[in-house]
């Protein structure tokens, strides 16, 4: 589920995160603080150059950064590995029962390793 956390909340979140105040991004991005004040409290929205700079600054993606993706930045390599990968494209070429039957067998093998 996607959270309703928007551009304005995530750039404010982002920001902090960094430790950066708004004249230290402003600067960064060429702006003015005032730019990224009313970004943050969401009386504007960037255009789409600047909501660029933002996510590569932050290494997120712009859908992230929009409220759209709840994943920062789906194409870490720490996010998924290619192992893991290759068991999704395998997982998605079974039939909806055999899926079934692989949940229900992780959830055991899970549960086994919780004891």
Not at 86 to 100: K, M, P, W
């Amino acid at each position: 589920m996607v959270s309703r956390m928007g551009f304005a909340e995530r750039l404010y979140a982002l920001r902090e995160d960094a430790d950066m105040k708004q004249t230290d991004l402003a600067k960064i991005v060429s702006m003015k603080s005032s730019a990224i004040s009313k970004y943050e409290k969401g009386m504007t929205q960037p255009n789409l150059d600047t909501l660029v700079k933002f996510a590569e600054l932050f290494h997120v993606s712009t859908d992230y950064l929009l409220g759209v993706s709840d994943i920062p930045n789906p194409y870490a390599t720490e996010v998924i590995t290619p192992w893991e990968t290759d068991i999704i494209f395998r997982f998605r070429r079974l039939t909806r029962e055999n899926q079934i039957r692989m949940d229900e067998r992780l959830n055991a093998m899970l549960d086994e390793s919780n004891r």
